[in-house]
T-cell receptor, first 115, second 111 residues
């Protein structure tokens, strides 16, 4: 079975530009979460979606937005890129029935470099 | 105080050594606990969940002390392939809620 897939794998942008990152969860998984991992730090939660609805938002500015599609894939959008947005962006999927502690499986990530 | 704090590392140990990682968490209501392993420039992968009764998986043993809000991971007979960053991870709430990660501790096992 295919795991979580993300695209693109690498991306280079300049300050002020906008970027869209994509994630396809494991087949049958309905929840997708996005994390940002800056070099030398652990991943930080950005968004969680379940059944196309936002279920949680981390402490990130409004330049960050996301959505989930009917097929449960997801996009993360970042506007007006800053140098500090350079990071590995990780997508995690889970079965996520509400109220159930569930394992999150991570995709390989998109490495974003902002110049 | 950070939500999840880990030993700063790095840990450089010879093959065959036993190494222990420690982690503390600030939210006493936290529900579930994990250790993830992350290889250089790769995604985190679940190593093991951590239960109050302690659990073992081969050379790896995880312990949880809820009273002290402390989690540990012991690796016995270290292998070169154990070299990675080990992330202490807490789910602060019940249900499928966002994970809170520590900064990670880097382990290098040396021949």
């Amino acid at each position: 079975d295919a795991g979580v897939t993300q695209s693109p794998t690498h991306l280079i942008k300049t300050r002020g530009q906008h970027v869209t990152l994509r994630c396809s969860p494991i087949s049958g998984h309905k929840s997708v979460s996005w994390y940002q991992q800056v070099l030398g730090q652990g991943p930080q939660f950005i968004f969680q979606y379940y059944e196309k609805e936002e279920r949680g938002r981390g402490n990130f500015p409004d330049r960050f937005s996301a959505r989930q599609f009917p097929n449960y894939s997801s996009e993360l959008n970042v506007n007006a890129l800053l140098l500090g947005d350079s990071a590995l962006y990780l997508c995690a999927s889970s079965l996520a029935a509400s109220g159930v502690i569930d394992t999150q499986y991570f995709g390989p990530g998109t490495r974003l470099t902002v110049l | 105080r950070k939500e999840v704090e880990q030993d700063p590392g790095p840990f450089n140990v010879p093959e065959g050594a036993t190494v222990a990682f420690n982690c503390t968490y600030s939210n006493s209501a936290s529900q579930s606990f994990f250790w993830y392993r992350q290889d250089c420039r790769k995604e985190p992968k679940l190593l093991m969940s951590v239960y109050s009764s302690g659990n073992e998986d081969g050379r790896f043993t995880a312990q949880l002390n809820r009273a002290s809000q402390y989690i540990s991971l012991l690796i016995r007979d270290s292998k070169l392939s154990d070299s990675a960053t080990y992330l202490c991870v807490v789910n602060p709430y019940s249900g499928n809620t966002p994970l809170v990660f520590g900064k990670g501790t880097r382990l290098s096992v040396i021949a």
